[in-house]
């Protein structure tokens, strides 16, 4: 069952979301346990829970011990056996942390992974924005509560508090409600094992399946690069001429420096973050400039022109001018204009793609933390040039390659989004009695 929150303007309040989930479990107590003993019940009715805590971060000496220290950002639906800090006895005794068995539940109440969950591989202690939930002893199964927690977790947090950074509290967690098997008037803990086993037996036949996709898709982007690398390679077997990108060039010059706005008037102002890392345009968030006819001109972009970004992260990436709108393009890029009698754009570019063009650049780049490259650096990579009729037969064919690709990845991710779907379908079934 889906729980339809009731909102307070925008945003949930937790009175809200423990009388309708109350509401919804009294309509179905009767259903469910006269069909497979099955009844929702409030969790904090099962479970005790805490929380843990900080050490001062300015008493050194309070760090760097033998205690595991967890902090939320560790709790990935995982087990967890290291941590990436620890604490001292000192720092465990002047702090509200304290230590937790192995084999407790965690789950994250407010940071980047709110919602998630871990259990303890080892005694460790936790900061204050991570729940630990003790079962009462032979009443529900950690694990249970586990699974059905990651199944709620969307509606857990749209009940939680915090706006922009959703949190949740020990109150929404102990107010959860939740179904159980019932027996002989008793929460059936042998059920809920069963259920957990199943559960896991079928998720992991599921990631088992996922990691195969993964594995999938890994060939499939290497697809692409063998192409590239065999066409590329060894250009005086194939009676190829071999060109500098400056001699296949008829103008090259860095771009504009300007200060834009995302105000609609002026000429269409190409920056660098405009560029993805597959060298794809993406204008969701474009910017424009003011100036002169003049300067218009003298940086303007033409279909069949290349800009190579020359900082950063992106240093080398490339993208093929394909643009309907009159635009310039911004500083940290470097235009090449082609001698188009020479060569075809598209195989300039698809060649500015290849291991052969990027194993040129990394000796070419200069800098350290972050590596660029320059006009001359990039003039003198060398680039096989075949006869204008073979390029078009290489493009025609890396083009239909490249859709081939696409589709392949368009439908591995279409496959992990139904192995998702799976997964909820399976929870859902766990916690319906039905599995």
């Known amino acids: 069952m889906v729980y339809r929150m009731v909102s307070k303007g925008s945003q949930l309040t937790l009175d809200s979301f423990t009388?309708?989930?109350?509401?919804?479990?009294?309509?179905?107590?009767?259903?469910?346990?006269?069909?497979n003993g099955w009844i929702w019940v409030r969790l904090g009715d099962f479970v005790e829970t805490t929380s843990g805590g900080t050490p001062l971060r300015s008493r050194k000496e309070y760090f760097g011990g033998n205690i595991p220290w967890v902090k939320s950002g560790e709790l990935e639906d995982n087990w967890i056996f290291s941590t990436e800090e620890t604490i001292t006895e000192e720092g465990l005794r002047n702090s509200n942390a304290k230590i937790f068995p192995k084999g407790t539940l965690l789950v994250a109440m407010y940071g980047a992974t709110v919602g998630k969950t871990a259990i303890l591989g080892v005694d460790a202690a936790t900061n204050q924005a991570v729940c630990a939930i003790f079962p009462k002893k032979d009443l529900i199964d950690p694990f249970f509560i586990r699974y059905f927690i990651i199944w709620k977790r969307d509606e857990l947090i749209k009940s939680s508090f915090g706006g922009a950074q959703p949190n949740i509290s020990q109150t929404v967690i102990r107010n959860l409600m939740i179904p159980l098997p019932f027996k002989d008037g008793k929460p059936d803990i042998e059920e809920q094992r069963r259920v957990v086993a199943r559960v896991e037996e079928i998720t992991a036949k599921i990631e088992q399946a996922k990691k195969l996709r993964e594995d999938a898709l890994k060939e499939t982007e290497k697809i692409m690069q063998t192409a590239l690398h065999q066409i590329f390679s060894k250009p005086e077997q194939k009676g190829w001429v071999v060109k500098t990108l400056g001699e296949i060039s008829k103008n090259v010059r860095y771009g504009l420096t300007a200060k834009s706005t995302t105000t609609p008037e002026g000429v269409l102002y190409i920056r660098i973050t405009d560029i993805d890392s597959e060298g794809n345009l993406k204008l969701s968030d474009p910017h424009y400039v003011k100036i002169d006819a003049a300067t218009a001109e003298k940086y303007s972009l033409n279909n069949g022109d290349i800009l190579i970004a020359r900082s950063g992260a992106t240093a080398g990436k490339a993208y093929l001018c394909e643009i309907k709108n009159k635009a310039v393009f911004a500083s940290y890029m470097i235009r090449f204009r082609l001698k188009d009698d020479i060569v075809m754009p598209k195989f300039v570019f698809y060649f500015l793609q290849s291991p052969i063009y990027w194993e040129q650049l990394q000796m070419n780049k200069i800098g350290g933390a972050q590596p660029n490259v320059n006009a001359k650096n990039l003039q003198n990579i060398k680039i096989p040039v075949?006869?204008?009729?073979?390029?078009?037969?290489?493009?025609?064919?890396?083009?239909?390659?490249?859709?081939?690709?696409?589709?392949?990845?368009?439908?591995?991710?279409?496959?992990?989004?139904?192995?998702?779907?799976?997964?909820?379908?399976v929870l859902k079934m766990a916690f319906s009695g039905k599995l």
């Open 386 to 425: 075949p006869p204008i009729e073979q390029q078009q037969r290489i493009v025609t064919y890396l083009d239909d390659l490249k859709k081939q690709v696409s589709l392949l990845k368009k439908y591995q991710i279409e496959t992990e989004e139904k192995f998702n779907l799976m997964v909820e379908t």
């Open 19 to 35: 009388k309708k989930a109350k509401l919804e479990a009294k309509n179905v107590i009767s259903e469910r346990s006269s069909k």
